[in-house]
Structure formats: C-alpha cells, structure tokens
C-alpha cells in the first residue's frame, strides 16, 4: 500500500507540516481539524497511496434486502422516527459540470431545486406524522451562504437544531514538491474540502453531535443532496431500531453505470469494508469494476446511531481512522491545464470497517438516483420522472405497464458539448424531451432540441457536421437517427 519514501522527508515531518499548521491557526481552523490533517500528511510523506488491494478486499457474496426481510419493521420504525435526524451533505459545487454555485440549488422538477424537494419531503413527513423531524445541511465554505439564503423562504423548517453546520477545508498540496498550494489569482483555489468524511469531525468540533444527544435524538440518516430518492424509510429506520444496529449502510446492485464507483467487500475476518476506486492500485482496475465480482454498491445513504458514534469519537479523540483517499487534480478544476495538486480526504461511507457490529442492507435501486452530470440531470428533468404529492420522485408509473418494464431511462450525451450546466441548458433551451417511452438516449455531436420533441424506445442521434443539428418543434424520434434523417430547422 506505501512506497518508501527518502527517510529525511519523514524525519523533517513536522517542519515540513509548519508552514500548513501557520496557515490553517490563521484561518481560525480547530485544533483536532489541523492535527487530522498532519496525520495525513505525514501518511503523505511516508509515500502513503491510500491503496488497498484486493487481497485486502474480498468479494462480499450475499447482503440482508429490504424486500426480502423476515417481517416488518415499519412499526418500529414509525416509533422511532421522533428521535430521528435527517442530514443532508450539501457541499458540492457540481464542478464536473461546471458550476461555481452551489449544485443543490439547481432547478431539477417543476422548476424546484434539491434543496426545495429536500425540504419540501421533511415538511410533508412532519406534517403526516406530527413529529419534530430536523432537517439538517452540511455546508461547505462554498455553499453555505447561498444555501442559508435558499432556506429563508422555509421559516417553518426551523426545528430545535440549528439548520446546518459546516463542513472543515484543509489546504491543497502541490504534488510536484508535497507544499502548501499558493494561488494569488484565486486563493480561495488554494484550499479544498476534505471529502464527506469530515462529517464526523465536523459534527464533533462544531458541538452539532453534543447538541443533538442534549435534544433526545438517537439516529441519523446521512445522504446526498443530489440523490433524491433517499428518502426516509420506516422499514430500514425500525430494522436498524429493533437490531440495534450502531452503523447500517445502505446498498445496491452494481450496474455497468457503477464501475467505477466504490464498492463493499469484507476483510479476512468477515467485517466489511468499503473501497474506492482511488484506493484501487492501478495494477488492480479491472478486477475493481467487475461487477459480478464485487456485486455491491454503497449509496452514501448511511444510518447512524448517535450514542454509538459519540462513543466511537470520544474514543480516538474526534479523530476517526478512516483510510486516507490521495486524489489528484489541477489546481482549478475548471482549468484542466492548471498545476496538480493532491487534495486529502476521506469518505464517510469508511466509518463501516469502524464501528462493531456495523451491517450493510440491500436497497432496491429506486433509492439511488444521484446527479453527477447532465446526462442524469436530464433524465430528472424528463417525464420519465414524477413528483408524488408528498414531493418523492419516482418512474412514471407507465414505464411499468411495459414487458419488460422500462426503468430508469439510460441518457449518455456528448460530453464535448453537453458536459458544463450552461452548454447543457443552450441545447435544452425548452426543457427535457418527453421520454416517458424512452428507454435510452445517446447523443453524438452538437444536437439542439426543439420544444414537444418525444422521445420513444432507445434513440441513437448521431451528427458529425461542422454546423450544430437543430432538432425540429415537434418531433418523434426513435431508433438510430442520422442528422440527414431527423433533418434540421435553420438558426433563427
């Protein structure tokens, strides 16, 4: 997992770490946050990787599923839903598609953003349930402003916890020499988020974890902001209740989509484990994505118990041993051509392999539909998708009604030109094709399309000219389509 590193570099550690240390007491950073990250410089220096090979890692063949449990849990669940918590991590900018804004504000159905569905959801459950139910953000130094902004139209949101608490930022490093990144021209770029592991950390430093044990709060669930799906669901809420269950992940069958994306295994002595595929040697990639092999795939839809993780920090001193992740990246992300810099983080999803008696469940895949690029944006955006009244989003009941059922629509877009958010918005300047009898969509080239189009089936648009394709008002397509088949409007 290491390779060696010069024995002076280790030796001259702390005077290496000094000048990040200067840096981060004069950001105001707390004391644990500053000691987390010279642990992992110094696992840095040590020519640490982060790797964990598959000896490490054995293939995980059989999960308990939600679907398939011995009885219901859902009364317990309903029981404990008053001592429950929501969190939702909030802190991305949705750089892979380009932004600088915060991702969860982005309008995603009905012209509503995640951060209004998110809300809107905890809303309809208190409503429903007549419980207290808080909903809380961890934000980034990036989001936090435009979110707490956001949340002012929601008075009624405000429970007996603070709305957010903020996610820690740790200095980039430069790779060529392992020092503190300096970027005059933007030196917010000289810093970075230290993954959603930080949670942890962040919850402990920050008094939010204290403060909620103060208020009678006994569970967590932890999700995404962008998966809207992962909603709260009495049945795993009274699983985890009546188990006892300190840590309970939920997961899904890996798909082909999922390749790339971590997965579970176990350890030699049957505990689970969790690996990304930045943890996978280089030597090893192919195997990682095999997914008849490693079958599970974790949805970052995590349940805590609360006393138990108290315990757990307390026990290391805030500090959770989770496994370093080394990523690699320019400087500025939306500047491929910018120096490469090493950002330290972990993940939360590693706290598996920490707690005793942390368990995995196999979920349905309808809890895990996150955006990480326009091509899933869109699907979202598209009819295929619905808005229930208590604001859930699910298939289209129609795409059922098929032999074999249609699912979630496959969307694969040209990323020369669908890629960044804006370039994504010119080309659906009307909004998303109807796709509710769409099964998949390929787009090749620069396509734009017009208002009504319906999509139908699997649609293959190719267009190599010089000049964009501009899909006509109106139109049906299906199957393979040429540029000279579905034809062309001129530019107006």
Same mark, same amino acid.
């Given at each position: ?36 990250? +010279?642990?992992?410089? *110094? ?26 449990? $011995? ?11 008053? @001592? ?12 892979? !598609? ?20 998110? &809300? ?5 459950? @208190? ?10 953000? !961890?934000?980034?130094?990036?989001? @936090?402003?435009?979110?707490? =902004? ?58 939010? %974890?204290?403060? !909620? ?21 009495? =049945?795993?809420?009274?699983? !985890? ?11 899904? +069958? ?11 295994? +176990? ?31 974790? *949805? ?33 992300? *939306? ?9 330290? $983080? ?16 196999? &979920? ?23 808005? *229930? ?10 795409? $059922? ?18 890629? %960044? ?21 390929? &787009? ?40 000279? +088949?579905?034809?062309?409007?001129? $530019?107006?």
């Amino acid at each position: 997992m290491t390779s060696p590193a010069p024995s002076n570099d280790v030796e001259r550690a702390p005077r290496r770490f000094a000048p990040f240390q200067d840096r981060m007491q004069a950001a105001g950073i707390p004391s644990r946050v500053i000691e987390s990250f +010279r642990r992992q410089y *110094t696992q840095l220096l040590q020519g640490e990787t982060g790797y964990i090979p598959e000896s490490q890692a054995l293939p995980l063949d059989h999960l308990p599923c939600l679907e398939a449990l $011995e009885k219901s849990y859902a009364s317990a669940g309903e029981e404990a839903l008053g @001592r429950l918590v929501v969190i939702k991590l909030n802190g991305g900018l949705g750089t892979s !598609m380009g932004m600088a804004g915060p991702k969860s504000l982005i309008p995603v159905k009905q012209g509503l953003s995640f951060l209004d569905i998110a &809300v809107r959801q905890i809303l309809a459950l @208190r409503r429903h349930w007549n419980v207290r139910l808080p909903l809380v953000f !961890m934000d980034s130094f990036h989001t @936090r402003g435009a979110t707490l =902004e956001a949340l002012a139209a929601y008075p009624e949101l405000v429970a007996d916890l603070p709305l957010d608490f903020l996610q820690h930022r740790v200095p980039k490093i430069w790779a060529r020499d392992l020092t503190p990144v300096e970027w005059p021209e933007d030196p917010e770029k000289a810093w970075a988020p230290p993954g959603h592991g930080d949670i942890y950390l962040a919850l402990y430093t920050s008094g939010m %974890l204290q403060q !909620m044990l103060d208020a009678g709060y006994e569970y967590a669930f932890v999700s995404n902001i962008d998966n809207l799906c992962a909603t709260v669901d009495m =049945e795993i809420l009274g699983y !985890m209740a009546e188990k006892e269950i300190p840590f309970l992940m939920e997961a899904t +069958r890996r798909t082909p989509a999922d390749r790339k994306g971590g997965h579970l295994a +176990r350890r030699a002595d049957g505990s689970l484990l969790l690996r990304e595929i930045a943890q996978c040697p280089p030597e090893e990639q192919e195997r990682f994505q095999d997914i008849q092999r490693y079958r599970y795939f974790n *949805t970052n839809n995590l349940w805590v118990h609360l006393p138990s993780l108290a315990r757990l920090l307390e026990a290391h001193e805030g500090i959770l041993p989770l496994p370093l992740i080394r990523n690699q990246k320019p400087v500025d992300p *939306t500047r491929p051509n910018t120096p490469q810099v090493y950002q330290l $983080e972990t993940a939360m999803g590693h706290a598996v392999g920490l707690f005793p008696g942390a368990q995995a469940l196999e &979920v349905p895949r309808r809890r895990f539909r996150p955006v990480k690029r326009t091509d899933d944006l869109l699907a979202l955006w598209s009819d295929a998708y619905v808005l *229930t009244p208590d604001y859930r989003v699910v298939l289209d009941p129609r795409r $059922e009604t098929l032999d074999p059922p249609l699912g979630d629509p496959l969307v694969r877009l040209d990323e020369g030109h669908y890629r %960044l958010f804006r370039e994504f918005q010119a080309r659906f300047s009307h909004g998303a094709p109807s796709m509710v009898w769409c099964r998949s969509l390929v &787009v090749e080239g620069d396509v734009y399309f017009g208002q009504a189009i319906v999509l139908r089936g699997d649609v293959h648009i190719v267009h190599a000219g010089p000049e964009p394709l501009r899909l006509p008002d109106g139109a049906v397509l299906e199957g393979f389509c040429s540029g000279t +088949r579905v034809g062309s409007v001129p $530019e107006r």
